[in-house]
Nanobody
Framework: QVQLVESGGGLVQPGGSLRLSCAAS????????MRWYRQAPGKQRELVAG???????NYADSVKGRFTISRDNAKNTVYLQMNSLTPEDTAVYYC???????????WGQGTQVTVSA
């Protein structure tokens, strides 16, 4: 089975930085697209950033210029560097992966990011 495991979340002050990691394991050795989503309590999950296996990038307008997504295809790992964090960035951040041979989207369990003074 495919498993995605997020790490790197935590408590950070406004203006601070965090780097999230998502490591994939299982039968699928690479993915067409890997993305980061986030969800605050009572709100819908929203797309934060995505990257394809050939390096095409997408960002939500709210994080452009502050967040950077990257991936290491050999490691099946995607990263999210988050800078200039604000309380509005507080959410559970989820990793999402789409295989080339599509069965379904895969999701991690999430990692909590809390931005508070």
């Amino acid at each position: 089975q495919v498993q995605l495991v997020e790490s790197g979340g935590g408590l950070v002050q406004p203006g601070g930085s965090l780097r999230l990691s998502c490591a994939a394991s299982g039968n699928i050795v690479n993915f067409a697209v890997m993305r980061w989503y986030r969800q605050a309590p009572g709100k819908q999950r929203e797309l934060v950033a995505g990257v394809t296996n050939v390096g095409i990038l997408n960002y939500a307008d709210s994080v452009k210029g502050r967040f950077t997504i990257s991936r290491d295809n050999a490691k099946n790992t995607v990263y999210l560097q988050m800078n200039s964090l604000t309380p509005e960035d507080t959410a559970v951040y989820y990793c999402n992966a789409v295989p080339h041979i599509y069965v379904r989207d895969y999701w991690g369990q999430g990692t909590q990011v809390t931005v508070s003074a």
